[in-house]
């Protein structure tokens, strides 16, 4: 679709937006939101007639992009037959989207729970963790990402837990594996997995294991900047569970349905959780949708006691019905085995040969349609372009390269000194080179500021 400028429209929805919307994440009055017009598969574009590229996939969840006619006519077909029904019932649209998400899921992850996204996802994965081993604490990673609800941004291990921290959630961080900027002076893959599995388990100790119901992962971290973890880790961190009968719960909300290559991050690694949280991916945030994926064993817990956990839109049948078709089409048009494709085969190669063109990019780091760039001041000294959680002027350089991303056509995802490469899973070669190009060119405003 060719956009269509109407700038008077775009006034009205932009003083409406600032009249009476609260954002999430943002000072209100420092916020300054771009009017969006209308979305097809890979781009969006304003009133003003502007296309960008999008880089993000809305907040990385349109997997299939913007728009796809079969999604859009199955939600059509399901609103006409069905809009909604109380979850306590059997409702065709939810039992077909258990059971195609329940096929695709690692081991015997095969009752599925359904929330309303990623953030009660998780809420329901440690109450099941919690209730199954009758243990209080959870462990979860700094450099993490888990939700925005109360429980969730206090397993967060990132600075937007901080303004909701009361050290009262029962909740233990701890360093994951990260060799770039490693905890533990590792100089190799394997060091810094050995020494991040003995910081866990030295960690289980002090604590006390038997205190501890689940440790929670995102199988590689998202928005904390796509650290893929090392060889082992994640199978090491499967044994330690098991040694002390703890439940092991992989966050997939972003990493699943399709964004690494795979239908699970998971199976990147030959790992088998004992919960898994989704959302996202799983029908492209069409309809907002999350769920569990739950271990037979957890799932033998609550099968003669009532589990004291629901929502009114569990398996909302608009959204379950987006899942079905998104589910399928992501297997009709191997929008999965595209993004591994093109991860290995575009991606990946393009964004070594920007990191050696641009003395701003310190690592890059990702599998199929899941990347970053670890951006700094000096490659030397690793040295981050911005501080840690900047914000104001002293976020200028990030701020600088956004804007200079979007005036080259392409809509970045940034956080702190990264910059995230995760355009929809179905994107095309010719798209992805567009959107590399432009890179290749607001890199060279982050440049300026390097040393």
């Known amino acids: 679709m060719t956009p ?33 017009a209308g979305a097809e598969g890979s781009y969006f574009w304003d009133y003003d007639g502007n296309r960008y590229l999008d880089f993000t996939s809305g907040l990385v ?20 037959r069905m809009t909604t029904f ?69 397993i967060t291990g990132d600075p937007r837990r901080w303004a909701s921290d009361s050290a009262t959630a029962g909740v233990v961080h701890f360093w994951a594996p990260y060799l770039y900027r490693s905890r533990f002076y590792a100089e190799t893959e394997e060091q810094e997995c050995a020494r991040a599995l003995e910081h866990l388990e030295t960690t289980i100790a ?9 440790i929670i992962l995102e199988t590689i971290p998202g928005t904390a900047g796509i650290m893929v973890p090392p060889p082992g880790y994640l199978a090491g961190v499967r044994e330690i569970c098991d040694k002390y009968g703890i439940v092991f719960v992989l966050d997939e909300v972003m990493a699943g349905f399709g964004r690494t290559g795979e239908w699970f991050a998971a199976d990147l690694f030959g790992v088998v959780p004992d919960l898994m949280t989704f959302a996202k991916g799983v029908n492209s945030g069409y309809v ?16 003669k006691r009532p589990y004291p956990g629901g929502l009114t839109y569990s398996g909302h049948p608009l959204a379950c019905a987006a899942a079905v078709a998104t589910i399928d089409v992501m297997a009709e048009e191997g929008v999965v085995e595209n993004a ?47 501080p840690y959680n900047a914000a104001g002027e002293a976020n200028a350089p990030m701020a600088a390269f956004g804007a200079a991303a979007k005036k080259h056509g392409i809509w ?30 607001a890199l060279s405003v982050a440049d300026e500021y390097t040393e």
């Open 4 to 36: 269509q400028p109407n700038p008077e429209v775009g006034a009205a929805v932009k003083a409406a937006d600032r009249a009476h919307v609260f954002h999430s994440w943002s000072a209100q009055e420092l916020i300054d939101p771009l009017a969006v």
């Open 61 to 80: 969840y349109t997997n299939i992009g913007y728009q796809h006619p079969k999604v859009v006519a199955a939600i059509q077909e399901q609103a006409a």
């Open 86 to 154: 109380a979850p306590a019932f059997a409702i065709e649209a939810r039992s077909e989207a258990a059971r195609l998400i329940a096929e695709r899921t690692p081991g015997d992850l095969d009752k599925i729970f359904f929330t309303n996204g990623g953030a009660d996802a998780v809420e329901h994965a440690v109450r099941m963790a919690r209730l199954h081993t009758g243990r209080p604490k959870v462990l979860s990673a700094y450099r993490s990402y888990h939700g925005g609800t109360q429980q969730a941004v206090n």
């Open 206 to 214: 002090f604590e006390g294991p038997s205190t501890i119901a689940a």
């Open 288 to 303: 907002p949708l999350g769920g569990v994926a739950i271990s037979g064993a957890i799932a033998e817990t609550f099968g």
């Open 340 to 386: 591994a494709r093109l991860g290995a085969t575009v991606v990946e190669p393009a964004l070594r040969e920007l990191a050696e063109r641009h003395p701003s990019v310190g690592e890059v780091r990702g599998v199929g349609m899941f990347w970053a760039l670890d951006l700094v001041k000096d490659r030397e000294t690793r040295e981050p372009l911005v």
């Open 412 to 441: 970045p995802f940034v956080n702190m000194n990264r910059t995230h490469v995760v355009p929809p899973c179905n994107v095309s070669e010719a798209e992805l080179k567009e959107g590399l190009a432009a890179l290749d060119a």
